[in-house]
């Protein structure tokens, strides 16, 4: 058996290469989905389908994403996150290959929704913020989240001109292809993540962590509020280009605004984690969907323009994925950081949920009225029951009897 008490190289215990290294694998890995959207209208205009072949095909991705999460958690729990990363890279290059040579609607959606979508569940938050809780000591692990969330958000500013640009000179199989040799040279950025399965006074079997976690009515809270975010974010990344170019604005104007979204995510994560440390997690939480909900109903009833197009992106960037670093905070809070990924994997399956549905029912909803008008109120009444479902939630952490050891 190896023994996890051993120290690991020196360099592993450099804080800043730790949260680096995850931030610029989760940066890839969430900035080409986050670029996806202007992905749409290349393809279905070249290829011939409808939006909503599309749009289920990336619904099917978010999915995939979410019942593989706690497998993959499972996994990196078991035997450490370094490994699941690796493949999760090399998967998403297999699947981004695979989509540029699609040549029907099916195999769009096994490359993209099958092949990207378990790539995702080993590329982003879930391993990324497993690892990080676990290499950090409690009292510097809402920063570690924070800046770690907030260099991936760097890569997903870079990415959404970048894919563009590759669009544009490559067309948008050639970007693919781009994009996947991209994953795969980050392969080295897995092995600062070396986290081992920590040495607990009281360890738990995992079943008997999953029931604990499951007779916790905040733990199911946390995942019903998780599916607003993921309707929302999902929905927002995948059609607003299209709904753009709908209301008069170009394609242009649509990259600009996924751009705005990701470099003010940038500063919002960091901030939501840094505050994350000094108020209560789920307070900020009902705050942030209260936000959301009010930021796009004005966007929906203001005039179509770009300043209003660009102060939503503002607005909605700076708290596009402050609850992610805040979910996982009050999971390990409350149980600990032992199993933290494979609990945190089950209420991503939440998020995940409703990222399908909200992808899915876009474009649905789009070709069954020609207007994303009902997702949009939609998305913001999700915002105002995600807030009231946070607000009860119980934070205090589970205080488990002490086992002696040998």
């Not at 490559?170 to 970007?175: D, E, F, S, T, V």
Request: glycine letters at 14%; aromatic letters at 12%.
């Amino acid at each position: 058996m190896t023994d996890h008490s051993k120290p690991g190289p020196a360099w592993l215990a450099n804080p800043w290469l730790i949260v680096i290294a995850g931030g610029l694998i989760m940066g890839m890995g969430l900035g080409v989905r986050h670029a996806q959207g202007i992905f749409q209208l290349p393809i279905i205009l070249d290829q011939g389908w409808s939006r909503e072949a599309f749009g289920f095909a990336i619904a099917l991705q978010n999915l995939i994403w979410g019942i593989a999460q706690p497998f993959t958690g499972m996994i990196a729990d078991r035997f450490g996150s370094r490994r699941v990363l690796a493949g999760g890279l090399l998967c998403y290059a297999a699947g981004l290959l695979a989509m540029s040579q699609a040549g029907s609607p099916a195999a769009f959606t096994l490359s993209a929704g099958l092949v990207v979508g378990v790539a995702l569940s080993g590329t982003a938050f879930g391993v990324v913020y497993g690892a990080i809780s676990r290499l950090m000591p409690a009292e510097r692990r809402s920063w570690a989240l924070g800046v770690t969330g907030a260099i991936g958000g760097l890569g997903q500013f870079v990415l959404v001109p970048a894919s563009q640009g590759l669009i544009e000179g490559l067309g948008w199989a050639g970007a693919l292809v781009a994009l996947g040799i991209a994953c795969a040279v980050l392969l080295p950025c897995a092995v600062p993540l070396h986290d081992r399965p920590a040495a607990h006074a009281a360890r738990q079997s995992l079943s008997a962590a999953l029931r604990e976690a499951f007779a916790h009515r905040g733990f199911l809270l946390l995942v019903a509020g998780f599916f607003a975010c993921g309707f929302q974010l999902a929905f927002i990344a995948s059609h607003l280009p299209a709904y753009l170019i709908d209301r008069g604005l170009t394609g242009n104007h649509a990259v600009a605004g996924l751009a705005i979204i990701a470099l003010a995510n940038v500063a919002g994560t960091y901030v939501c984690g840094w505050l994350g440390g000094m108020a209560r997690r789920k307070q900020l939480l009902a705050g942030i969907y209260l936000l959301r909900a009010a930021a796009m109903a004005a966007f929906v009833l203001l005039p179509m323009s770009p300043a209003s197009l660009y102060g939503f992106c503002a607005v909605m960037g700076f708290i596009w994925l402050g609850t992610v670093p805040l979910t996982s905070g009050i999971v390990s809070q409350v149980f600990g950081v032992q199993y933290i990924t494979t609990l945190f994997g089950f209420v991503f399956f939440g998020h995940q949920l409703g990222a399908f549905f909200g992808v899915w029912l876009g474009g649905y909803v789009f070709d069954a009225t020609g207007s994303y008008n009902l997702i949009w109120l939609v998305s913001i009444g999700l915002g105002v029951v995600a807030a009231l479902l946070h607000w009860p939630i119980d934070d205090s952490e589970i205080v488990r009897p002490a086992v002696a050891t040998p």
